[in-house]
């Protein structure tokens, strides 16, 4: 009976420490932005400016070379004179400073390369936050989305 009672302290203990990494990994964490099946909008609030976020090849999946491509738009207008960077960061979990600098391509487009880490704990929620510099003043917008 005590081992069975043992046993089953265990497990109770095994389930809660997973369930506790899976939300430290930002595994539970609600994707907004699924961007394997194309492009995610936002717009800054208070800028009025439209950001549009997509990745590419698809589908996106950590350790591979990633295209990062950002399209602004100003009052239906492109966006030709801002600093373009996207920060990519795993909620819940420091996977080091992965920050992909873009560069205008014209028409308010911004593009750069980078690669998404592999998580060890299985974690496949990304946040990446977009952050605009325009007229020294920075604004920024997040996506969270999964990677394969």
């Known amino acids: ?18 369930a506790a990494e899976r939300t430290y990994a930002g595994m539970d964490l609600q994707e907004d932005c699924m961007i394997n099946s194309g492009p995610c909008i936002r717009e800054i609030k208070n800028d009025g400016i439209k950001v549009i976020l997509d990745m590419y090849p698809k589908p996106v999946s950590a350790m591979k070379d990633i295209v990062f491509h950002v399209t602004l738009t100003d009052k239906g207008g492109p966006v030709t004179d801002a ?3 996207v920060d990519l960061t795993m909620p819940g979990m ?3 400073t992965n920050r992909p600098v873009l560069t205008h391509t ?9 690669v998404i880490q592999a998580c060890s704990h299985g974690g496949k929620t990304w946040r990446a936050e977009v952050r605009i510099t325009r007229q020294d003043k ?11």
Request: hydrophobic letters at 50%; proline letters at 0%.
């Open 1 to 18: 009976m005590k081992s069975k009672s043992l046993l089953i302290l265990r497990l109770i203990i095994l389930s809660l420490w997973f």
């Open 83 to 85: 600093s373009v960077m």
């Open 94 to 96: 420091f996977m080091g």
């Open 106 to 114: 014209g028409r308010g487009e911004y593009e750069g390369r980078g």
């Open 138 to 148: 920075t604004a920024s917008v997040s996506f969270i989305f999964g990677v394969e």
